[in-house]
């Protein structure tokens, strides 16, 4: 096993903490403070390369691989955690599992902008009734001559406000295997924004109404069946969580281990406190093991697309060393920490976040627990799985 980045991996690592600590460093806490999406952000990054890292060169993209996307990540986040949000839209998200299966003619219409970080797409699950249990999702497309009616709505999807494209994943037919998904445009008819609702880390979301949106053939995506294709492709996105979270703990432990080594209370450096000593200890052992397995599932892909149980282990392990390092620095930089004027808070509420979005750290045992059995266990109650 070799646990060694390649000379040309430290190489890409190097050249985007330049551009990191060059771009990004000042403005940091402003632009976590700011709800809205940073666009200036988004330019800078696509004119230097970093948007569509794993994309082929025949695309637009760089034709790198997963784990040099998180490499990227890695090296924003420790400089600009929000920055992180940009580089996870220009790679890692929606656009991800969509450049995978999106036509010639999609590619066309859509990538050009979001290649360009002139536009973002966002991917919009969840619905009011559909949540942990997604496949009881009820958005539906029925056919109108060659294209289909979009009916139904949607919460929780982040950059409504600034995406300009929704992969909306929706119903063709009955159970899983009836599902599928779409590409709906800002501003399209019967398409509509609710008032706007703030999470905990100052971004906003708006519920999704689709009241008849016409839909044509060439914004289907994935019809019937695309299901577990489509969640191959938010593998790639959950490692783009689990790479922040886990970053948002290592920038926290940086700024912690600084102050611990100057701020002086009885006389001493905070550092010579055994209690706080051990709290850095526990932080390093948590983050060097969840880094370990991010890097697994990361590297271990085929084709760039992870194991559905790789990425689970990694995602548990990250959201909670992300969250614990970044809740356990706090404490170690006191009122300093707490206040609004570090990040360290931000980079709290934010890798909080992480444990319930793209599948929560609850699915996540689920999902492990059926790796190691080697089947799967049926969330639902005897007597509804029984009825079929
Ligand atoms: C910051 C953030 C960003 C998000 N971004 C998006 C986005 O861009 N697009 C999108 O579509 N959605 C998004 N979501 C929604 C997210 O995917 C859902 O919140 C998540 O899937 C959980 O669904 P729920 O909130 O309905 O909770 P529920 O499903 O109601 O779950 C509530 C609690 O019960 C637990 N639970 C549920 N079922 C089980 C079970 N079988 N076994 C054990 N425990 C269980 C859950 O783990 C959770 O703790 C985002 C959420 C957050 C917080």
Redesign the pocket.
């Known amino acids: 096993m070799d646990f060694d980045l390649t000379e040309e991996q430290r190489s890409f690592q190097d050249s985007v903490r330049v551009f990191a600590e060059r771009n990004l460093a000042e403005g940091a806490l402003a632009r976590a403070h700011d709800e809205r999406f940073p666009w200036d952000v988004a330019r800078k990054m696509a004119e230097a390369g970093l948007f569509g890292i794993m994309l082929p060169e025949e695309d637009g993209g760089a034709g790198g691989s997963l784990m040099d996307a998180v490499l990227a990540m890695e090296q924003i986040a420790y400089v600009c955690p929000r920055s992180a949000d940009v580089l996870q839209a220009g790679n890692f998200g929606a656009f991800r599992t969509f450049a995978e299966y999106a036509t010639p003619d999609q590619k066309q219409r859509f990538f050009g902008r979001l290649l360009r970080g002139e536009a973002i797409a966002?991917?919009?699950?969840?619905e009011p009734e559909a949540?942990?249990?997604l496949t009881e999702l009820k958005s539906s497309c029925t056919p109108d001559g060659d294209g289909y009616r979009l009916n139904g709505g949607?919460v929780?999807?982040?950059n409504t406000e600034d995406a300009e494209v929704f992969l909306v994943y929706c119903r063709f037919g009955p159970g899983t295997d009836g599902i599928g998904s779409v590409l709906v445009e800002r501003g399209q008819e019967g398409f509509r924004l609710g008032a706007p609702s703030h999470?905990m880390?100052g971004e906003t979301w708006c519920a999704l109404y689709f009241d008849n949106v016409y839909i044509p053939p060439e914004n289907v995506l994935l019809k019937e069946g695309g299901f577990r294709k489509q969640i191959a492709g938010f593998n790639v996105e959950r490692v783009g969580n689990t790479t922040r979270a886990l970053a948002l703990g290592e920038y926290c432990f940086r700024q912690a281990k600084a102050h611990a080594e100057t701020r002086r209370q009885f006389g001493r450096t905070l550092n010579e406190f055994q209690g706080i000593q051990w709290k850095f200890a526990e932080m390093r052992v948590a983050l060097d093991a969840a880094q370990l397995l991010l890097y697994r599932a990361a590297t271990r892909g085929a084709n760039g697309l992870p194991s559905a149980q790789d990425v689970a282990i990694a995602k548990f392990a990250c959201n909670q060393a992300g969250w614990m390092s970044a809740n356990e620095s706090l404490q170690v930089m006191g009122g300093t920490g707490y206040s609004t004027d570090l990040l360290l808070e931000y980079c709290v509420r934010k890798t909080r976040?992480w444990m319930?979005?793209?599948?929560?750290?609850?699915?996540m045992k689920?999902r492990i627990a059926e790796g190691v059995f080697g089947r799967s266990f049926s969330?639902r109650p005897p007597r509804a799985r029984d009825a079929g």
């Open positions: 966002a991917v919009s699950m969840t949540g942990s249990a949607k929780f999807t982040s999470y880390n976040g319930i979005a793209g599948g929560s750290l609850e699915i689920n969330q």
